[in-house]
């Protein structure tokens, strides 16, 4: 079965401070992908991210930066010198290879306080 | 220009009535999902159609059911609307049904249910 967790339900911090939001997943599959949506508070689902479990390279775009270890299972989040514009909930998610079930975290509510 | 979008938007209704809700892609994609979030903003997969046939269907009662005329469009019926059934209703779309592919979102269709 696949489990995806984000512990920290809320984060609250203040503008241009750097912010890491936490994902640990669960699965026996080795074959995998990984995901992080946005919602902001007008509320629709914003894609940001993708990786596979094969590639283990993190990713930075912009002030967002993407670390994944396949050793922790964790694929965190970072926003370097956060804006308001950032408060929203963020969601990372799971899907496994031949297997149309996207599993998704419970969120974490980042707000950011200017 | 819009990639996903649903309608309504926001669906007040009474306990027992019929209703749909509508989604329409103009991506190309082959395939479409419904998501309902719950109140505590947990995301949990409803139904996948690829190309107009079911590939998933998630315990979901079977008052809900999906209706796909053509590839840009899943529809979304429920019967005997219940109190439980108030939610946001997410449709998404991803360019097949492979696991790597990113599910792209419309702003949702918030359902309440007096």
């Known amino acids: 079965a696949q489990k995806v967790t984000q512990a920290q339900t809320e984060i609250s911090v203040v503008e241009k401070e750097d912010v890491t939001l936490d994902c640990v997943y669960e699965?026996?599959?080795?074959?995998?992908?990984l995901f992080w949506y946005k919602q902001p508070p007008s509320g629709e689902l914003v894609f940001l991210i993708r990786?596979?479990?094969?590639?283990?390279q993190n990713e930075i775009s912009g002030r967002y930066s993407w670390n994944f270890q396949k050793s922790t299972s964790s694929f965190n989040f970072t926003i370097t010198a956060s804006q308001v514009v950032d408060s929203a909930v963020y969601f990372c998610a799971l899907r496994v290879y031949n297997n149309n079930d996207m599993r998704f975290g419970a969120g974490t509510r980042l707000t950011v306080k200017p | 220009d819009t990639a996903v979008s649903q309608t309504p938007k926001y669906l007040v209704t009474q306990m027992g009535n019929d209703k749909s809700i509508k989604c329409e892609q103009n991506l190309g994609h082959d395939t479409m999902y419904w998501y309902k979030q719950d109140s505590k903003k947990f995301l949990k997969i409803m139904f996948s159609y690829n190309n107009k046939e079911l590939i998933i269907n998630e315990t979901v009662p079977n008052r809900f059911s999906p209706k796909s005329p053509d590839k840009a469009h899943l529809n979304l019926h429920i019967n005997s609307l219940e109190l439980g059934d108030s939610a946001v209703y997410f449709c998404?779309?991803?360019?097949?049904?492979?696991?790597?592919?990113?599910?792209?979102f419309g702003d949702g269709t918030r359902l309440s249910i007096l």
């Open positions: 998404a779309s991803s360019q097949d049904k492979a696991a790597y592919q990113p599910q792209h």
């Open positions: 990786r596979n479990s094969f590639d283990e």
């Open positions: 699965t026996r599959d080795t074959t995998y992908y």
